[in-house]
């Protein structure tokens, strides 16, 4: 994970990845595939609403963030009580899990995380992971986060897609082939996608030819 980026990132009060209110594909989807008896985990939560909304649907959604600043940004411009407890991982390193009764926010790296700490989950929603990280360190990701699945678990995954000639990344370029190779025991398929060039002025600026969101359902 490069910390040093995403840390500056969190420096800008504007960000392209940063929404004002829950995810489009969150909202459309979220009830006919997830299912309020079973926890949401939320790799790379940031500060996202997205928590909020899954919370508020009735759902208990469980986020892990990295960066400090999005974990308590996130606290303190949503006015949440939450209580916090304080873990070592394995190698040693702190985790802290913020919670209440209906939701969860660790500040951890997310490969510091075992099924140990968080439990496993039947149902995955990855807007902001997957995308993040470079491709040496994708399979690791997909690796560790199935080893956090349950039987028949879903993963509602968000990824871009643009002409990687044009931009390198992060975010970074995912197709459906590299999905159903990276989570071979999964069945991946595309829900929807839209344009996000006149979403954001950042987005603008790079004067891409084409970037869409696009959403994937992952059943095993």
């Not at 008896?37 to 997205?50: I, T």
């Amino acid at each position: 994970m490069d910390f040093e980026f995403w840390d500056n990132c969190w420096q800008r009060e504007s960000q392209p990845f940063h929404l004002a209110e829950a995810h489009t594909f969150l909202v459309k989807y979220v009830q006919q595939l997830f299912s309020a008896e079973h926890k949401v985990f939320v790799p790379l939560s940031g500060k996202s609403l997205d928590l909020l909304f899954l919370e508020e649907q009735g759902f208990y959604p469980v986020g892990v963030e990295f960066n400090p600043k999005a974990v308590h940004k996130f606290i303190d411009e949503n006015k949440l009580e939450l209580e916090h407890k304080e873990w070592k991982s394995e190698s040693g390193k702190p985790l802290v899990c913020y919670q209440n009764q209906s939701m969860q926010v660790w500040l951890a790296d997310f490969f510091d995380v075992s099924s140990k700490h968080v439990g496993k989950f039947k149902q995955v929603y990855d807007r902001a992971a997957f995308i993040a990280l470079p491709e040496p360190m994708r399979q690791d990701y997909a690796n560790h986060l199935m080893s956090l699945l349950e039987d028949n678990a879903t993963i509602l995954l968000v990824t871009m897609d643009y002409d990687p000639d044009e931009m390198s990344g992060p975010p970074f370029h995912i197709t459906l082939e590299e999905i159903k190779q990276q989570f071979p025991g999964g069945q991946a398929e595309e829900l929807c996608r839209c344009s996000l060039l006149d979403s954001h002025p950042r987005w603008k600026e790079l004067q891409l030819s084409r970037l869409d969101e696009v959403l994937y359902k992952i059943t095993f």
